[in-house]
């Protein structure tokens, strides 16, 4: 049993106690799902061994995209795809933050400002993006991610994008490249980005619950060169899936405390910090997101249904495009094959059994 199930196992009760009338369904949702991960509750599935016949079979998990347990394999999948369809150019990874005094009224109102922050910040890259005296194209492509926490489980919400440095022509025939060390100026879009997430939140009818002092903060929009895009893939992959705090960061979990490691932005020295386990929990909880909520979104020429092939697109930036493929191929993550514990050869799925066979039987 993972540290974080146990945690729930032994606090959620109480905290259910304290705090479940005023809670989301998303968050009990949650909290049963990590408690009966791989216990059963979800069927198992069966595995026979080629070579020597042994039998194991694995309780299933949860499935639950908050389950820390549940998330690496959907981490590296996700990795796959995202390399497959790198360009050869140079990237981008812009984050688009929000004024410390506004997240309060995003974590009450998460739905509606999660997908302002979405279409705030797509509109204002597409915006400046064709501008002539940057990429001068509206043909442009880019991924968003949303992440909500700091290191230390704290409420951050922000979106960070991996940008391709250009762009295609109008006529769809050239790709117009940016410079390699730069795509767009984050002043003029952060400024864009405030105008149009004060507009969003005047069409959803929450601009007056909005303390009117952030109109007047400057907000910050970052944007850094990382090359070829993998660097920027392999750094974000971890998010996509993975929950705000990994087992493996926890040191401790007794008397009522939780003890967990992080480290502090720009230096590799750990640190712990304790906290009582409602407030861990409290803070857990606070990143679930709103249900059915899709927190990757893909934009212009690498959306799902852009009218521009991906191939083409590396085809106008590079002819060789087999060179792309010998840099990406070697980095993708390789399936994970159950391996028997008896004789260590791999086994192969022969069957599943259901929550009810396994409970009577």
Not at 180 to 191: A, K, M
Not at 232 to 257: E, T
């Amino acid at each position: 049993m993972s540290a974080i199930q146990n945690i729930f196992r032994l606090y959620a009760h109480e905290y259910l106690k304290l705090y479940g009338s005023d809670m989301p369904q998303t968050h009990y949702r949650a909290i049963s799902a990590i408690q009966q991960c791989r216990h059963g509750s979800f069927g198992a599935n069966v595995f026979r061994c080629a070579s020597c016949g042994n039998i194991h079979i694995t309780p299933c998990s949860c499935g639950n995209r908050h389950c820390p347990t549940c998330q690496n394999d959907k981490a590296e999948q996700w990795l796959l795809n995202q390399m497959n369809n790198l360009l050869p150019c140079s990237y981008f990874l812009i984050t688009f933050t929000l004024p410390e005094e506004l997240r309060p009224f995003i974590r009450s109102n998460q739905q509606a400002a999660y997908s302002a922050m979405f279409s705030a910040a797509s509109s204002s890259l597409k915006t400046l993006a064709e501008d002539k005296r940057f990429i001068g194209t509206e043909k442009t492509g880019f991924t968003g991610v949303l992440h909500t926490w700091g290191r230390q489980l704290q409420y951050h919400p922000h979106i960070h994008f991996i940008v391709p440095g250009g762009g295609l022509s109008e006529d769809g025939n050239k790709w117009l490249p940016s410079k390699p060390d730069f795509f767009i100026r984050v002043e003029p879009l952060s400024i864009i980005y405030r105008a149009r997430f004060r507009d969003a939140m005047k069409q959803a009818g929450l601009y007056h619950s909005i303390d009117p002092t952030v109109w007047s903060k400057d907000w910050v929009v970052h944007s850094k060169a990382v090359g070829d895009g993998r660097a920027s893939l392999k750094y974000l992959a971890p998010y996509v899936f993975r929950v705000a705090i990994s087992n493996a960061r926890i040191v401790g979990y007794d008397n009522h405390q939780v003890t967990f490691r992080y480290r502090k932005t720009g230096s590799n020295r750990l640190r712990s910090m304790t906290l009582d386990a409602m407030e861990f929990i409290r803070r857990f909880l606070q990143h679930v997101l709103p249900h059915g909520f899709m927190k990757i979104r893909h934009y212009g020429l690498l959306s799902s249904n852009s009218s521009e092939p991906i191939e083409k697109v590396r085809e106008l930036i590079s002819v060789v495009c087999e060179a792309v493929k010998m840099i990406v191929e070697p980095l993708l993550p390789k399936p994970k094959p159950v391996i028997c514990n008896i004789c260590g050869h791999s086994m192969r799925h022969t069957g599943f059994i259901s929550a009810r066979m396994l409970n009577t039987g």
